[in-house]
C-alpha cells in the first residue's frame, strides 16, 4: 500500500478502504511513514472529510494499535467523556459520587497542555497524588475502592498519540472524523462497557455552535456503538466557565463542597444528568436514581469514595484532611467590580489564559504546576454586581505580582450589562 | 508570524498576505519551519486554491529566496518553457533554431527524476557532455554560441527545489497556483527576458483537459508579466509522444533530423510557432520570420548553432561527428503487429514506463542512465498498419533481455481499430 496513493484517493474527495486506512495507521505506529505524509492526509481528511464507515475504520485502526485495560470480574464498569472546557471539574464530582453509588466507574484522564490543567493535574494538585499505574495496580484499584482515575499507559492507542500531536501543529484538530477517531479509540481501551459522553456547546467550547455539537455526539455515538459500547449522554451549554474555580486545588476544593453541599447550579445540574445517565445503565426506575444520588451526597458516602481515591494514590494524609475541611492554604486577592449591573458575559477562554500565566496550566511539556494557582469566581453569569462587589479571587505563588501588572484585564472579561439576563438550562440535548 | 497561523488560515479559506507568505517561504529556505507543516499547508492550497495575488506573492518570494542569472549585454534574452511530456524534445530542436536566426536564447533545463530523461539527460547523452556551469561560463557560452541551456545552480530559486521535493512526495503537485509559482519564479530567475510557454495539454500531459490548460497559460502568463518578462505562447495537443523518438540519444538522433531535414509533422509544426513567437517578440513581420527560419534550417545555420554547444560542452568530437551523420551506434529490435487497421491511440505513459526499465529514466535520482536507452516509433497516431509492419525499434543495452520478458506489452500500447481518424492539428490555441 502506497501511501502517496492513499493521499490521492484522500485528496481526490474518494473514500477510503480499509487496507488503506489500516496501512496509514500502522505506518504511522512503526513510524515507516513520514509525518509530512500523515499531515498532509490529515489536512485532506480535515477539508473533503470522511464517510462514517471510514471514520469508525479509523478508530478501530487506532484502538488496535495498542493495548487495552480489562477489568477481570465487573461485567459494567461506566467511562464518561466531556469534550472540555474552563473549569470542567466534572470527573471530580462524579466519579466518586457515581462509585458511591455502587457502579464501577473507570476513566483515563490527561495532564493538559492546555490553557488549565488535566484532571489528573488537578488530582495531583493534593500533596503525594500521583495517578500513573500499571495495569495490576488498576485491577487492584478498582476492587479496593470501586472506581478508577488514571493517566493512561503510552501503550494505548499509540496511534492517536502519534496522530494527536501531529493534528496539534498542522492545523488539523477541527475534524469531526478526527475528533471522533481519536476520543473513541481510547475509550474503546479504557476499560469500561458503557460511555457517558458530555459534548460542550458553546463559545467556550470546541463546537461553537448546536449543529456542530450534535454532529459530533452522533458521531461517536455512532462509532462508540460499533466499538461495541453502551452509549449515553448529553450535549452542554459553555457559555461560561463550569463552576466557580478555575485553577487546580481550587477546583478540588470545589469538588468537594459539591459532594458535600451540593449546591444548586448549572454545574451541579449537569452533573445530576451525567450521573443519572451512568445509572440508568443498569437502573431503569428514575426516581430510584436520584433518590440513590442524594443519599449518597447526604450519607457522606461520596466524599468517602473521595478520599478513599486520594489515600490510594499516594495522597498524604495531612493534605487530604485540608482538603476535606475545605481549607486554602493561602488568601485570595479580591479584584472588584468598578459599576453597577448584571454579568451578561464571561470571556472564559480570557480567563483560562490569564490562569496559565499565574501557573495554573503549562506551556511546553516541561513546565510545573503551581496547584495552587486560579481563580475562584464570585460572581457568574446573569448575577447582580454592585460597583465595589467582589468578581473573583485570585490565588498562586505569583498572585501579587501578576495582579500588580494585570490589574485591568480581570475586570474587562467581564460584561456587565444594565438589564438582567435569564439563567439558561446547562443542558441543551440528550446524546 | 506563527505557521500555525498559516495554516489555520489557508484551512478556513481565507487569503493569504504577503508577511505570511514570505514568512512561509523563508522558513521553509531556513528549515525553520518542519516540513510537516509546510505539507499541511500545500494540502490546503491545493484544495482551497489561491488567488491570483497570492500566486503572485508566493512566486516572488519564491524567485526572491535565491540569485539571479543575467546576460551582460544582452538587453533581449528569449526562454521558453513547456509543461513537458513523453518524447518532448523541442528544446534540443528550438534552441538552436532560434539562436541560428540571430536571437539570445537562455533556458535552464532539468534532469528529470521522470519516466524519460530530462532535456540535460538528453544533452549529455553524447559523450563529454556536461551541462553544469558557474555563472561566468553561461556569460561566455551566450557571448561565443549565442544560446545556452544548463542545468541551474543550487542558488536558483532554493525555495523551489524545497517545496518541489515535498510535494513530490505529499499529493500536492497537481495545483495550478504551485505549479505556476514553481515554473515562474524559477523563470524570474533564469537570465530571460521573454518567455514563450508551450502549455501541453491532453491524456499524456499534465492537464488533461483544455479548461485547465487554458487556466494555467493564463496563470502563468499573468504572473509572468507582473514578474518582468514578455509572455508568448502556445497550447498544444499531447496526444501521443512528440516525435517518433522516445529516450536521450535517439531523440537527438531526431533533433538533428528535424533540424536538417524538417520533417512536416507535428512537431514540426509546435517547433515552428514556438520558434515563430520567440522571433515576433522582436521581428514583426510574420513572412520575414518564417523565410528566416527556413533559411536558418537549409543554409545550416540551425544544425552549426547545436554542433557548437556540444563541442563547447565539452562534447567529443568524434561522437559529435557520429550524431551530426545520424548514425545510430547499435541496430534497435523490431516490434511488430498482428493485426491490419489504423493507429488510433498510443499510451505514451505505458510506452515512458517501459523506456524507463530500459534504462533510460531513473528511479531515484543516483541511478545511471543508458544513453541509447529508449523507442523510435515507426507508427504513429493515425497511421495505417499491416500485420507483421514494425511498430517501432527498441533500443539499449538492456533492450534483447528486456523484450524477451515483455514482448507482450509493447503492442498493447497500441490501439489498432479498424477505422482511420483524422490528424487533429498539435496547436490548440495561443497563449
Not at 459494567?76 to 472540555?84: A, I, N, Q
Not at 456547546?201 to 449543529?211: I, S, T
Not at 447526604?298 to 484532611?321: K, M, N, P, Q, W
Request: glycine share 10%; net charge negative; proline share 3%.
Amino acid at each position: 500500500m502506497d501511501m502517496l496513493q492513499i493521499i490521492e484517493a484522500k485528496k481526490r474527495g474518494s473514500e477510503l478502504g480499509e487496507s488503506e486506512i489500516e496501512a496509514w495507521v500502522r505506518g504511522v505506529v512503526d513510524e515507516s511513514i513520514p509525518l509530512y505524509q500523515s499531515a498532509s492526509l490529515l489536512m485532506a481528511i480535515r477539508l473533503n472529510g470522511m464517510t462514517f464507515d471510514e471514520t469508525w475504520l479509523l478508530t478501530r485502526a487506532m484502538a488496535n494499535s495498542g493495548d487495552r485495560v480489562h477489568y477481570k470480574g465487573f461485567p459494567v464498569v461506566v467511562d464518561k467523556h466531556s469534550t472540555g472546557g474552563v473549569g470542567d471539574k466534572v470527573t471530580l464530582i462524579l466519579a466518586p459520587l457515581v462509585a458511591a453509588c455502587g457502579v464501577p466507574v473507570a476513566m483515563l484522564s490527561g495532564r493538559s497542555l492546555g490553557f488549565t490543567g488535566g484532571t489528573i493535574d488537578k488530582f495531583e494538585s493534593i500533596a503525594g497524588v500521583t495517578c500513573e499505574f500499571d495495569d495490576l495496580t488498576l485491577q487492584r484499584m478498582m476492587q479496593e475502592i470501586g472506581w478508577v482515575n488514571a493517566q493512561p499507559s503510552s501503550r494505548i492507542a499509540p496511534a492517536d498519540r502519534a496522530l494527536y500531536a501531529l493534528r496539534d501543529v498542522t492545523g488539523t484538530v477541527d475534524s469531526i472524523p478526527l475528533i471522533t477517531a481519536s476520543i473513541m479509540s481510547k475509550k474503546m481501551c479504557g476499560g469500561g462497557t458503557h460511555l457517558c459522553l458530555d459534548v460542550k456547546c458553546g463559545p467556550g467550547a470546541f463546537m461553537q455552535n448546536f449543529d456542530d455539537a450534535r454532529k459530533l455526539a452522533s458521531s461517536l455515538k455512532q462509532v462508540g456503538i460499533l466499538g461495541g459500547l453502551k452509549m449515553a449522554g448529553v450535549i452542554s451549554r459553555m457559555a461560561e466557565p463550569l463552576g466557580q474555580a478555575v485553577g487546580n486545588y481550587v477546583e478540588m476544593w470545589e469538588a468537594v463542597r459539591y459532594l458535600t453541599e451540593w449546591p444548586k447550579t448549572p454545574l451541579a445540574e449537569l452533573v445530576m444528568a451525567l450521573a443519572d445517565h451512568m445509572l440508568k445503565m443498569y437502573m431503569p426506575d428514575e426516581e430510584k436514581r436520584a433518590a440513590m444520588l442524594m443519599s449518597a451526597i447526604e450519607s457522606g458516602a461520596a466524599i468517602e469514595a473521595l478520599r478513599r481515591y486520594l489515600d490510594f494514590c499516594g495522597g498524604d494524609v495531612r493534605a487530604i484532611d485540608q482538603l476535606m475541611s475545605m481549607e486554602l492554604t493561602q488568601e485570595g486577592v479580591a479584584v472588584t467590580s468598578t459599576r453597577d449591573g448584571f454579568v451578561n458575559d464571561i470571556d472564559g477562554y480570557g480567563l483560562a489564559l490569564c490562569a496559565r500565566e499565574l501557573g495554573a496550566g503549562r506551556i511546553t511539556q516541561n513546565d510545573r504546576i503551581d496547584p495552587m494557582a486560579g481563580f475562584i469566581l464570585e460572581k457568574q453569569l446573569a448575577d447582580e454586581v454592585k460597583a465595589g462587589d467582589v468578581l473573583l479571587l485570585v490565588y498562586g505563588k505569583k498572585a501579587k505580582s501578576w495582579l500588580s501588572q494585570n490589574r485591568e484585564r480581570i475586570p474587562a472579561l467581564f460584561t456587565i450589562g444594565n438589564s438582567a439576563i435569564d439563567k439558561a438550562s446547562i443542558i441543551l440535548d440528550e446524546v
